[in-house]
């Protein structure tokens, strides 16, 4: 790849990092104001995609919120405890561990000692997860970024059109 080819990429990317955080934020913003729902949310480059049983103008109110309470100084927000990041690095480490465990040590052991092994990953991914988030999935300098709208796309499924993702 060219240098203006990685470029290109890199500012790709992290659009989708500080729309990711964005997503976030405004799933926080919704569980606060709703209590527990259905909600599920995938990033892109131009905002996100959120489904739940929600009208736009709640989702735009909310990401609109979420927008400013991130760009005020809470990059706390970025980080979710029900972001698929935190299962995929969990099974990855258990399944590391795992592998590690079934080619090391004696026969009889193998398999409790996998076992176990991919408990203690299991439990340690929670953190692992987190700076997982903070530091590779999502980015929460939303400076210049903006809430375009809110559009139906089918059934409970909304997108959340961004501006100034990508620099």
């Known amino acids: ?6 470029a ?4 790709w990317i992290d659009a989708i990092r500080r729309n990711h955080a964005l997503e976030h934020a405004t799933v926080a913003v919704l569980l606060a104001r709703h209590g527990p729902m259905r909600l599920a949310g ?9 489904y739940g049983a929600l009208d736009p103008e709640e989702v735009l109110s909310a990401a609109n919120e979420a927008l ?4 005020g100084g809470q990059p706390e927000l970025a980080v979710s405890p029900l972001c ?10 258990a399944a ?12 009889r052991g193998r398999l409790p000692n996998a076992f176990i092994a991919s408990m ?6 929670q953190p692992v997860g987190r700076a ?14 903006a809430v375009v709208g809110v559009r139906d796309i089918v059934g409970e499924l909304r997108k959340v059109q961004t501006s100034g993702a990508q620099r």
């Open 8 to 11: 290109m990429l890199r500012g």
């Open 120 to 125: 203690f990953a299991v439990i340690a991914a």
């Open 96 to 107: 590391a561990t795992a592998i590690i465990a079934l080619t090391a040590g004696s026969r």
């Open 132 to 145: 997982v988030q903070q530091h590779l999935t999502t980015c929460a300098d939303l400076e210049g970024v």
């Open 84 to 93: 698929g990041t935190n299962i995929a690095v969990a099974g990855m480490l």
């Open 1 to 6: 790849m060219h240098g203006e080819d990685l």
């Open 42 to 50: 995938r990033a892109s480059a131009d905002g996100f995609l959120l």
């Open 68 to 71: 400013q309470r991130l760009q």
